[in-house]
């Protein structure tokens, strides 16, 4: 008995870890621009097609075609911010409406582009198993963990130590004083919207390596990554480790001795206990 | 024949839309609530259908055997019942849906009350993932609904026999335009302009005395009690309940595109976006043959697509849709001077 909760546990864990990089572009973009981003899930579901095509058609391995997705997904980010998002700024319902409606235009577009069956990529050069006592981890969803702690770690490094960061950072906390002290605000903004979504074609490349992409797994991703953002409470980077660990310990727990259809239930119910209980989240700034 | 199935069709499914879009004014347009978990409130009037009236009449009736499991042939029975009693089946049927229209209120109530006083982005999603969990209960939990296979609601139109399809769509239509004049009458009175203060400026709204927390709560429950109205209407009418049919794109995007095509917060404008919209889509699919040949994938992929992009132009050039926003009519002052004399 106790030997399966600390299976469920570890690989809870393991799990959590790798949903901390799924959420951080959403976390960025709520963060600076205080926008709620209904598009997340569609955008990590299209990087992850994204990452098929690429290893497809050019044969590179999952964990470095990231590479030639990174920046289209920013400039997409960027024009997405000067072309609509701009027009609409100071109107919050616009804003997530007009999300919706690219998540719409995402969801079909993927539809149409990739079938309706399940996309899966031969193994990466990250391969075999780990076994710790008689629980069995693979090794891809370890590096996965690893990646991401790592990527969680630059993106804090990024937003705290360089100018533009603490430029992102001070737009976030007050729009007009970043303004007056001479920030280009709207730069910063299409920046932070770039980043975001650019942020999402990593996770993406490296959940292909274990992980099939279907057309409806922008529910998951999407609702998954809005609970670990209330949870790290709105908007706060450091946070989003252990919001995302309790995640992903919850959602084992609930799947190994509840019922594996259940496990989009427990994230949901954190969820709401969090907004109502904790409205500043777990770990948010006092 | 056929053209007039499709007439009728066309009726019901505008009766459906206009109900949970005029229900979305009235929380979006004119309170400013981020509404996107529209599909919550529909699904728990479907779920309502799904559980009582079915289960009632096999208790009234005496039948042994488990209502979702022995569905099919309960159903059989209880719809034989019913095609011979009017009165039951209208009781029944009017009992359903005041019960939806309770349910429908608490459902509001209970997923806006987390997040009503926290911003609006917070709000958005806790009422969406209220509506994604109640979906996934539902698929998953069989006693409910079913699960993934769905159920068989009872038949309370039964008694029409051949004009069932004709008598059920009137009804849902009626019921649509009973709404309108209702949500009008609401929305042309004070509380109107109440709700369009809370939306433009919550602070002013506040300073004035207004109980921002208190309004907003109860027009989400007035606003689910209607939504709740239409998603029973669409159980009845459809005679069963999938939960894995009542999906964001269908029954909260869709709603939203309506409403911004024809205008936020203006009711007149929203009965144009509604039929606007069905038109437009009954014309995709009729034309959906012709283009096959072209295309290599489903048609029905392009649709959304075609109102993705359709949603984005219209915030982005005209975001106040095609008919915009009027101020609310009072009372002239000739009859201001008249009321006063009297």
């Given at each position: 008995m106790l030997d399966v909760v600390a299976q469920s546990v570890i690989s809870g864990l393991i799990n959590g870890l790798i949903y901390a990089m799924v959420a951080l572009g959403l976390s960025v973009i709520y963060g600076v621009?205080?926008?709620?981003?209904?598009?997340h899930g569609e955008f990590v579901m299209l990087a992850m097609y994204f990452t098929f095509w690429i290893v497809s058609f050019s044969g590179l391995d999952q964990t470095v075609a990231f590479l030639p997705a990174l920046p289209i997904f920013f400039l997409v980010g960027v024009l997405i911010y000067y072309g609509m998002l701009n027009r609409t700024m100071g109107t919050p319902l616009s804003q997530i409406a007009l999300m919706l409606g690219v998540a719409m235009v995402i969801r079909s577009f993927v539809q149409i582009a990739g079938g309706t069956a399940p996309k899966g990529l031969p193994p990466s050069f990250i391969f075999g198993v780990l076994n710790i006592g008689s629980l069995a981890i693979s090794y891809s969803r370890v590096a996965t963990a690893v990646v991401s702690l790592v990527l969680l770690i630059i993106v804090h490094l990024f937003l705290t130590k360089t100018y533009t960061g603490l430029s992102m950072l001070a737009a976030s906390d007050d729009r007009t004083a970043a303004y007056l002290m001479g920030i280009n605000v709207k730069r910063i903004y299409a920046l932070a919207f770039g980043l975001g979504l650019a942020l999402v074609t990593i996770p993406a490349a490296f959940l292909m390596t274990y992980q099939h992409a279907d057309p409806s797994s922008y529910l998951r991703f999407g609702l998954l990554s809005w609970c670990i953002v209330a949870l790290a409470g709105l908007g706060r980077i450091s946070g989003i480790i252990p919001a995302a660990i309790i995640v992903g310990i919850a959602e084992s727990l609930v799947v190994t001795f509840?019922?594996?259809?259940?496990?989009s239930l427990p994230i949901y119910l954190l969820f709401i206990l969090v907004i109502w209980l904790k409205p500043k989240g777990l770990f948010g700034r006092k | 024949m056929a053209a007039i199935d499709f007439l009728l069709d066309m009726l019901a499914t505008v009766g459906v839309y206009l109900m949970l879009t005029l229900s979305l004014n009235l929380d979006?347009?004119?309170?400013?609530?981020?509404?996107?978990?529209?599909v919550l409130a529909m699904i728990a009037g479907a779920f309502v259908v799904a559980f009582f009236p079915g289960r009632i009449l096999a208790t009234m009736l005496g039948m042994s055997g488990d209502f979702v499991t022995d569905n099919a042939s309960m159903i059989f029975q209880i719809n034989s019942f019913l095609a011979s009693n009017f009165l039951i089946s209208t009781a029944l049927f009017i009992a359903t849906i005041i019960v939806a229209i309770g349910f429908g209120m608490i459902v509001g109530y209970v997923s806006t009350?987390?997040?009503?006083?926290?911003?609006?982005g917070p709000l958005a999603i806790t009422l969406l993932v209220m509506g994604e969990g109640l979906r996934v209960i539902g698929t998953n939990y069989a006693?409910?609904?079913?699960?993934?296979?769905g159920i068989s609601a009872p038949d309370?139109?039964?008694?029409?026999?051949?004009?069932r399809f004709l008598v059920v769509s009137v009804v849902v239509f009626v019921f649509s335009v009973a709404i309108f004049f209702f949500v009008n009458r609401l929305t042309n009175a004070p509380l109107g302009r109440m709700l369009r203060a809370v939306r433009d400026n919550e602070i002013a709204a506040e300073s004035l005395g207004i109980d921002i927390v208190g309004v907003k709560l109860k027009t989400m429950m007035v606003s689910s009690a209607i939504a709740a109205v239409a998603g029973a209407l669409y159980a009845f009418y459809s005679g069963a309940v999938i939960?894995?049919?009542?999906t964001r794109a269908s029954w909260t995007f869709i709603p939203w595109a309506m409403m911004l095509l024809g205008g936020v917060a203006n009711n007149v404008g929203v009965v144009t976006g509604v039929f606007t919209f069905v038109f437009l889509r009954k014309l995709i699919v009729m034309y959906k043959a012709e283009l096959t040949p072209y295309?290599?994938?489903?048609v029905l992929w392009l649709e959304l697509i075609l109102y993705g992009v359709m949603v984005i132009l219209i915030l982005m050039y005209?975001?106040?849709?095609l008919i915009p926003e009027k101020r609310t009519p009072t009372l002239k002052m000739s009859t201001l001077k008249k009321m006063q004399k009297t």
């Open positions: 621009m205080d926008l709620i981003n209904f598009a509840v019922a594996p259809e259940a496990h | 979006s347009g004119y309170c400013g609530i981020p509404n996107f978990g529209k009350r987390p997040a009503v006083k926290i911003g609006s006693p409910l609904a079913g699960g993934s296979i309370v139109f039964a008694w029409a026999g051949g004009d939960s894995t049919a009542y295309l290599p994938f489903d005209r975001p106040e849709g």
